[in-house]
């Protein structure tokens, strides 16, 4: 089952949400730089947090290309607007050189930074990755700043059932959602069921439920008439950064 959403709207506004941030980080310490150098009191902190602004506005786009992939965006958006980022950054730094390269990751499951893999067997991946290289040189001197920016959410699920009478099944499911290996929230979370071509949403005449748990973990109930044994379930979710991920799975009887 393909639930993904073809939302370009608003995938759009999430990338520019996601590149208003990063340039607000960092003209922010732009500022502070072109202070400092018009009285003359520019400080190894004032440069090292303009630095670390240019690493944490990488995270920001990274993020906001990934909820933008992940809800239906060309998977080439995570190397582009990296570059316009990057252009972005050499244009603005007025006291030297600013340069930011990037490597987007080719390993395992990778093509072009980006790793999507919805899965049937209970596990639902949406990554990007990409080594970026930042050179900074002075009058003062020159600094090589080195980082990895890996955004992973992950969603895991089970499920379990017990017959009732005829069709009738009662279905839990197990839902666990990480970034980056650590619990993630959700942003929204919905679950389908199928019954032989067709999936359907269970609602309130389902006795739907839901739990949360706080860390990462959700617990969602069901009713439903399901003809065939051990019923499918497809879990779509949106976490909090609005990146979207969805995994299969076949519940077993309890």
Request: hydrophobic content about 40%; some cysteine.
């Amino acid at each position: 089952m393909n639930t993904k959403s073809q939302k370009g709207n608003s995938g759009q506004i999430l990338l520019i949400a996601a590149f208003i941030m990063a340039f607000l980080l960092l003209s922010a310490e732009l500022y502070v730089l072109e202070v400092g150098k018009t009285i003359s009191e520019v400080t190894p902190n004032s440069l090292n947090d303009f630095i670390l602004s240019v690493e944490l506005g990488s995270r920001h786009v990274v993020i906001g290309s990934l909820a933008n992939i992940s809800n239906g965006g060309s998977s080439s958006v995570l190397g582009s607007n990296i570059q316009k980022w990057s252009t972005f950054i050499g244009e603005q730094y007025q006291f030297g050189k600013s340069v930011l390269n990037h490597i987007l990751e080719e390993a395992t499951g990778y093509s072009s930074g980006v790793w999507i893999d919805w899965g049937s067997n209970g596990t639902g991946v949406s990554s990007a990755c990409a080594n970026f290289t930042h050179k900074l040189l002075e009058r003062e001197g020159k600094v090589n700043q080195f980082y990895f920016i890996n955004i992973t959410t992950t969603l895991l699920v089970e499920s379990t059932y017990q017959e009732r009478l005829g069709d009738e099944k009662q279905v839990n499911v197990t839902i666990s959602l990480s970034n980056e290996g650590k619990p993630g929230l959700a942003k929204q979370i919905t679950v389908f069921y199928r019954v032989l071509d067709d999936w359907l949403i269970p609602d309130e005449t389902s006795n739907y439920a839901i739990l949360d748990y706080g860390n990462g973990t959700y617990v969602a109930s069901f009713v439903a008439n399901i003809p065939s044994l051990n019923p499918e379930v497809s879990i779509y979710v949106v976490d909090q950064r609005e990146i979207h991920v969805q995994a299969n799975a076949t519940s077993t009887q309890i």
